[in-house]
């Protein structure tokens, strides 16, 4: 069974930085896309960022341009969020996401993880 | 950057009822298109692909429809377990944007 699991969330002051993390297991991680969700309290979601399956392509929202960087480690089965320059509306629910169907970029999302908790505050 | 707009933002129906939820693309994208479930304290669950495809194990009454700019969610019979918020999501090109999402409570 395909399965996400999260770590690294916690309380960090503006400014800060804080490293996300999700083991992969399951599936061939290395085959598939893979994403980060957030979703702040009460709201909606709002995807993050996405790297294609051999780490080579990635793509951000405008939120986070020039902060967040995605990365993967296919010989770790791990997925990672490393998140700079916190701001208090990066406070969130973070989730990775893995892509349905290997190879493209283009996909919905059919596997998440249970969530991380991020939040920045002083 | 393409906008993705659901309407309503939140209804209420009875049991059994016929619930039609749609969202709006600002420009084409096709058929990439998909509905997300999140149940109250729940993680987002993938209903619906390529606008009309369902999910393994997704129960039938849930249905999608549409191309290009309008899409439609109908759940054909409401059940007490489809209480939740739904979502859909473009996934054509970069960004990956999903709707605001619309909450669906029993009345």
């Known amino acids: 069974e395909a399965q996400l699991l999260e770590s690294g969330g916690g309380l960090v002051q503006p400014g800060g930085s804080l490293r996300l993390s999700c083991a992969a297991s399951g599936f061939t991680f290395s085959s598939y896309a893979m994403s980060w969700v957030r979703q702040a309290p009460g709201k909606g979601l709002e995807w993050v960022s996405i790297?294609?399956?051999?780490?080579?392509?990635?793509y951000y929202a405008d939120s986070v341009k020039g902060r967040l960087t995605v990365s993967r480690d296919n010989s770790k089965n791990t997925l990672y969020l490393q998140m700079n320059s916190l701001r208090a509306e990066d406070t969130a629910v973070y989730y990775c996401?893995?892509?349905?169907?290997?190879?493209?970029?283009?996909?919905?999302?059919?596997?998440w993880g249970q969530g991380t908790m991020v939040t920045v505050s002083s | 950057d393409i906008q993705m707009t659901q309407s309503p933002s939140s209804l209420s129906a009875s049991v059994g009822d016929r619930v039609t939820i749609t969202c709006r693309a600002s420009q084409g994208i096709s058929n990439y298109l998909a509905w997300y479930q999140q149940q109250p304290g729940k993680v987002p669950k993938l209903l619906i692909f390529a606008a009309s495809t369902l999910q393994s194990g997704v129960p039938s009454r849930f249905s999608g429809s549409g191309s290009g700019t309008d899409f439609t969610l109908t759940i054909s019979s409401l059940q007490p377990e489809d209480v939740a918020t739904y979502y859909c999501q473009k996934y054509n090109s970069a960004p990956w944007t999903f709707g605001q999402g619309t909450k669906v409570e029993i009345k």
């Open positions: 996401a893995k892509s349905y169907g290997s190879g493209s970029l283009m996909r919905a999302f059919d596997i």
């Open positions: 790297i294609s399956n051999s780490g080579g392509s990635t």
